[in-house]
């Protein structure tokens, strides 16, 4: 009986052994989890505040310019079709894929 009653205790004290194992694991994945929400929170806090001290850039330039071809000086005469082909533009003029 002594020892059956000891193998019932050791598998039992095993298997809250292995529960306190999970628990643990658990609360460690929490966390990490609630520091690395904490941490997109704190970012995104950040990039808000820059991003209204951008908007207000972008503003400001906007108001200055509000089509963005003030530096453009060839006639308008001068661009024109010829056969259907639109022509080259200037030479000095920094095409990006957005044209």
């Given at each position: 009986?002594?020892?059956?009653?000891?193998?019932?205790?050791?598998?039992?004290?095993?298997?809250?052994q292995?529960e306190?194992?999970?628990?643990?694991?658990a609360?460690?994945?929490?966390?990490n989890?609630?520091?690395q929400?904490?941490a997109?929170?704190?970012?995104?806090?950040?990039?808000?505040?820059?991003?209204?001290?951008?908007?207000?850039?972008?503003?400001?330039?906007?108001?200055?310019?509000?089509?963005?071809?003030e530096?453009?000086?060839?006639?308008?005469?001068?661009?024109?079709?010829?056969?259907?082909?639109?022509?080259?533009?200037?030479?000095?003029t920094?095409?990006?894929?957005?044209?």
């Amino acid at each position: 009986m002594t020892k059956d009653n000891a193998k019932l205790l050791q598998r039992w004290l095993d298997a809250k052994q292995v529960e306190a194992n999970k628990m643990n694991e658990a609360n460690q994945f929490y966390e990490n989890m609630r520091s690395q929400h904490q941490a997109v929170l704190n970012w995104r806090d950040d990039t808000g505040k820059d991003g209204a001290d951008n908007a207000g850039l972008l503003d400001a330039a906007s108001q200055n310019s509000a089509s963005g071809n003030e530096d453009r000086t060839e006639d308008s005469e001068s661009m024109h079709e010829v056969d259907g082909t639109p022509p080259l533009p200037p030479k000095n003029t920094d095409l990006t894929p957005n044209g």
